[in-house]
């Protein structure tokens, strides 16, 4: 197994207690002993044979039950690397940097839920043209307690956004999304950023651009420590085009990221949303109502 792999199984059972020497990517015999100690207080997850196998096998074992354990589908835990552990250590990599799951990872029956109870509507009529600010709005710094002091609890004052060109689910582009569940404050402000998405694009090129591919926005999730929530949490962030925007995807891999998404992004910029992809160069899907 790949030292990386190792380091993460190391941190891991070192945040448990059950192993107290380097996290040096190196599966030596302390490794070892505490990886069979922990698969051991998950013996029911097991099958009986386990004790057999490998030490390789033991490893990818320890890896499936660490994902399980954060809720994370792993499918039999069977010691044995396939597609499925990829992804569920993918989206454990995720979890471990950003405190929350990837997009593609949350469950869709929530979403749809969450986005498109009224899947038969038209997406809005414009009446007239998005109101002209004098000056963005003073989002609150991405703190929790500022963010607390500014929109309230997680999951409180929530409303309903017509979005003013049909967007899609990003991951089964044939469920149709007409409104957005968001916070009360960004309301407005989504609103005038979308309505000048469409006229700065048109339907067409937003379809072209992938800008119609939502990867949700309202998700109410602790982050790690049960402490701390995720900013989704607040229905102040979304998510376009995840496949294509990857969280670890830099400027060389992102699409968000290219020349042609300029315009966009300056759009949410004057309304002052947030950019992790450009700001910190990862999590291009990702925009925010904060500082
Ligand atoms: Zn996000």
Redesign the pocket.
């Known amino acids: 197994m790949k030292e990386d792999k190792i380091k993460v199984i190391q941190q891991y059972l070192s945040d448990k207690e059950l192993y107290s020497a380097a996290i040096d990517g190196d599966a030596g015999s302390g490794t070892m002993k505490a990886t069979e100690s922990f698969l051991e207080s998950q013996d029911d997850e097991l099958n009986d044979g386990w004790k057999r196998w490998e030490q390789d096998r033991k490893l990818v074992a320890c890896i499936q039950l660490i994902c399980k354990l954060q809720e994370i589908e792993t499918g039999v835990i069977d010691g044995r690397w396939g597609q499925q552990t990829d992804y569920a250590y993918e989206s454990y990599l995720y979890w471990l940097k950003n405190n929350e799951m990837p997009?593609l990872f949350r469950d869709k029956e929530e979403a749809v839920e969450e986005t498109t109870r009224d899947v038969a509507a038209e997406p809005a009529k414009r009446t007239s043209s998005p109101t002209i600010i004098g000056s963005a709005p003073q989002w609150p710094a991405a703190g929790e307690s500022a963010l607390r002091r500014y929109y309230g609890q997680p999951g409180s004052n929530l409303t309903y956004l017509r979005v003013p060109y049909a967007h899609s689910l990003a991951w089964d582009t044939s469920t149709k999304v007409s409104r957005i569940k968001c916070h009360e404050k960004v309301h407005d402000s989504l609103d005038r950023v979308l309505n000048r998405v469409l006229d700065h694009y048109g339907e067409e090129k937003i379809k072209e651009l992938h800008l119609d591919l939502f990867g949700g926005c309202f998700n109410k999730r602790k982050m790690r420590g049960g402490s701390r929530w995720s900013l989704?949490s607040w229905a102040i962030?979304l998510?376009y085009d995840p496949s294509h925007n990857q969280l670890r995807w830099g400027r060389d891999k992102a699409a968000f990221a290219r020349p042609e998404y300029e315009q966009w992004w300056k759009l949410w910029e004057e309304e002052g949303w947030s950019s992790l992809g450009r700001k910190k160069n990862y999590?291009w899907?990702?925009i925010q109502a904060t500082k």
């Open positions: 997009p989704h962030a998510d999590d899907m990702h």
